[in-house]
């Protein structure tokens, strides 16, 4: 398979400057490391920037990966860990030995939505198509419905949460044909499908906009509320693990900011679905 070796890190530091803040030692102190999914990173992203204003609480944010961010919450190196999908069995058992205790907090659910070119004709493939694609037994738009063009297929690279999703729900755990073009995030998959007329891919529901188009699954629109309902075929939920052992004091009023109602409304503004009312 072909991949893309460089890894979405975004760093978000908010900050006044030094000559402004006589207690950064304080803020040093309590500075949150949110570490993993790109998916759940814009969801982030717009909290942090909520609860600095609202707290004075620095977050260092970083969208690697599921995986990495779960292995990173293990070995202390960071405070939260944004996944896109659950532990593993393996993980929470590394946990285990490590005398670590992981809490899961559900902060949203998403939808993974298949994606094509807007000068696509087809609107709608069920998980059958979806599979045959991704396999490589079938390789022409025609197929399904389409234009007589050769189907070229964008997924995610192993570490990610949505590809496991994706994996699972789709795939069956049969492997994604040879050639697809993997991608380190949904923001690199939505930039190559939408500029290519022939591709297709799969982002978190929140990434959707006008550059590209929405499949239906199944005859299922991806609508916040077939995804709250679980009627749409991809749903699934975002998560946020933290160490019950080690967890700041900080890190906890976060997750808390999270599940408030503001936290709640910011998924909602992110393009998610509120895992909250």
Not at 20 to 27: D, N
Not at 60 to 82: F, M, R, V, W
Not at 96 to 103: C, N, Q
Not at 263 to 274: L, M, T
């Amino acid at each position: 398979m072909k991949s893309k070796n460089s890894i979405i890190s975004t760093i978000i530091i908010f900050a006044l400057a030094l000559s402004l803040i006589p207690s950064c030692s304080k803020e040093s102190k309590d500075k949150i490391v949110v570490k993993g999914s790109t998916t759940v990173l814009p969801i982030t992203q717009k909290a942090a920037e909520a609860f600095y204003e609202k707290y004075k609480i620095v977050i260092s944010l970083s969208g690697t990966g599921s995986g990495d961010g779960i292995k990173s919450l293990i070995d202390g190196s960071c405070d939260i860990a944004n996944s896109s999908r659950e532990m593993h069995p393996e993980e929470w058992a590394l946990a285990k030995r490590k005398g670590e205790i992981i809490k899961e907090v559900a902060i949203a659910f998403d939808m993974i939505v298949p994606i094509v070119h807007p000068s696509n004709p087809v609107s709608s493939l069920t998980l059958h198509q979806l599979k045959a694609i991704y396999e490589g037994s079938v390789k022409n738009w025609k197929d399904v419905g389409g234009n007589d063009a050769t189907i070229v297929v964008i997924s995610r690279d192993s570490s990610s949460g949505t590809f496991e999703v994706w994996e699972s729900k789709v795939m069956k755990h049969v492997e994604v044909r040879k050639d697809a073009l993997l991608q380190a995030s949904n923001g690199a998959i939505l930039q190559t499908v939408s500029q290519n007329p022939k591709a297709i891919g799969y982002v978190g529901f929140g990434y959707i906009n006008d550059k590209v188009k929405p499949l239906y699954v199944n005859t299922v629109e991806p609508t916040i509320e077939n995804g709250k309902t679980g009627k749409y075929p991809i749903a699934r939920k975002l998560y946020m693990y933290v160490n019950e052992v080690k967890i700041k004091p900080a890190a906890q009023t976060f997750i808390d900011f999270m599940l408030s109602p503001e936290g709640q409304a910011i998924v909602k503004e992110a393009g998610f679905i509120p895992i909250k009312e």
